[in-house]
């Protein structure tokens, strides 16, 4: 996959969808076999086993959109402030799994973060390559070469487009403005 045109398209997407640069969560669970359901999806999403789901277009503040793209689930926050993205959870989702989470919110917190079989191996908080960190950090350190590429003094724009197009590349889902524009079966977490 071309990672330029990637972050093309979420360049794009950005601009098409203003809101999305203020805040957002983008969390996408690849399974080592099979598939999960949405349901199953929910369910570790939070920790209950009878979760209460509803069609939502994505885009309201405490809930969390889930979808289907081939054998991935992936789940989308519209504010940036991520239950996904709680290190519990992200250790729940990632059970039999691997699981890349990006997001940044209003206060300008920015995280990417990368779980398997249970475990968050790696975080890099404000997509900064010197503060990566977890039980395994070199399992992110392709992308902190990348980010550090990049330099320092960029806008925010750049690192978030680019942190997206590499959750694109390591699991081939794309979030794209026709999947917001749809009701999404969703689940309530605020």
Known sequence: MDL???????RRLIKEVGWLEEGMAWTVILPVSGRLSVREA??????????ELSELEPGFSGVVSLG?????????????????????????????????????NLTGRRMLSYAAQGKVLAEMLDFNPDWLHGIDPGSLREEAAILR???????????KTKVMAMVEHHTGVRLDKQWLDQPQPALSVG
Do not use: C
Not at 149 to 159: C, H, L
């Open 4 to 10: 330029q045109h990637a972050v093309t398209h979420y």
């Open 68 to 104: 289907r793209s081939g054998a991935a689930m992936m789940l989308f926050e519209a504010d940036g402030f991520s239950h996904a993205g709680d290190p519990h959870v992200l250790e729940r989702l990632s059970e039999s799994a691997r699981v890349w989470h990006v997001s940044w």
């Open 149 to 159: 590429g990049i330099g320092r003094y960029r806008p925010p724009t750049r690192y």
């Open 42 to 51: 929910a369910t570790r999403l939070t920790g209950d086993s009878h979760p």
